[in-house]
Nanobody, 124 residues
Framework: VQLQASGGGLVQPGGSLRLSCAAS????????MGWFRQAAGKDREFVAG????????YYADSVKGRFTMSRDNAKKTVTLQMNSLKPEDTAVYYC??????????????????WGQGTQVTVSS
């Protein structure tokens, strides 16, 4: 599966952005999906994940209550709605696909495919 992330940009603190990830391939619903981010000089970290049907979501503590992940299997897309953005949310955001139904959602090693990343900058 190929993934294409989009929707990043520059936003002021307290603002909102909506990231999208479009997938190619016929088996999109076979993959759990995740969003990760990597700030300059830091490791890539888990942000959010969503189960194959979309019925279960997972969030990092740092974004819980502010970010919402969803998916549309018919359109082969996942989105990350980011509200109340903070300067510390500044990073390159990556979507990723996970085929295994086991293992940790938080570990990037569990993900098989990655998109190219989209830059999110939160600054006044």
């Amino acid at each position: 599966v190929q993934l294409q992330a989009s929707g990043g940009g520059l936003v002021q603190p307290g603002g909102s952005l909506r990231l999208s990830c479009a997938a190619s391939g016929r088996t999109f619903s076979s993959y759990g999906m995740g969003w990760f981010r990597q700030a300059a000089g830091k490791d890539r970290e888990f942000v959010a994940g969503i189960s194959w049907s979309g019925g279960v979501t997972y969030y990092a503590d740092s974004v819980k209550g502010r970010f919402t992940m969803s998916r549309d299997n018919a359109k082969k897309t996942v989105t990350l709605q980011m509200n109340s953005l903070k300067p510390e949310d500044t990073a390159v955001y990556y979507c990723a696909a996970k085929s295994s139904r086991y293992g940790s959602w938080l570990s990037r090693r569990e993900y098989d495919y990655w998109g190219q990343g989209t830059q999110v900058t939160v600054s006044s």
